[in-house]
Every structure is written in C-alpha cells, then in structure tokens.
C-alpha cells in the first residue's frame, strides 16, 4: 500500500510516501519504509521513529 504522508525529504525537501510491507510468515515482521517521490531516497520507519524518541 502506498500513503502520501506530509513530511519533507531530509535530502531534497520533496514529498514523501509510505510504503507497507505485510509479512506472510508470522516469524516476520511487517515493515514500513518512507520514500521521497523526487530523489527516491528511503528510510525505515522504525529506525526514523527511535531517531525521534531518543534525540
């Protein structure tokens, strides 16, 4: 699934979107990445998140 979000790039300050990935295998975890739809760059959402918490 595909989710326009309203953050900005941290590279080009461009838009971004949220992507899902849901885990067929209960051993795996399910994982949500941001993309920037200009420059293509990624990151994980849970790596973001504890970049968040602990800053």
């Given at each position: 699934?595909?989710?326009?979000?309203?953050?900005?790039?941290?590279?080009?300050?461009?838009?971004?979107?949220?992507?899902?990935?849901?885990?067929?295998?209960?051993?795996?975890?399910?994982?949500t990445w941001?993309?920037?739809?200009?420059?293509?760059?990624?990151?994980?959402?849970?790596?973001?998140?504890?970049?968040?918490?602990?800053?």
């Amino acid at each position: 699934m595909r989710i326009d979000i309203p953050l900005p790039c941290p590279s080009c300050g461009g838009k971004m979107y949220s992507v899902n990935y849901e885990a067929t295998l209960k051993i795996l975890k399910d994982r949500t990445w941001h993309v920037c739809k200009e420059c293509k760059f990624s990151r994980n959402v849970e790596d973001f998140k504890k970049t968040l918490c602990c800053a």
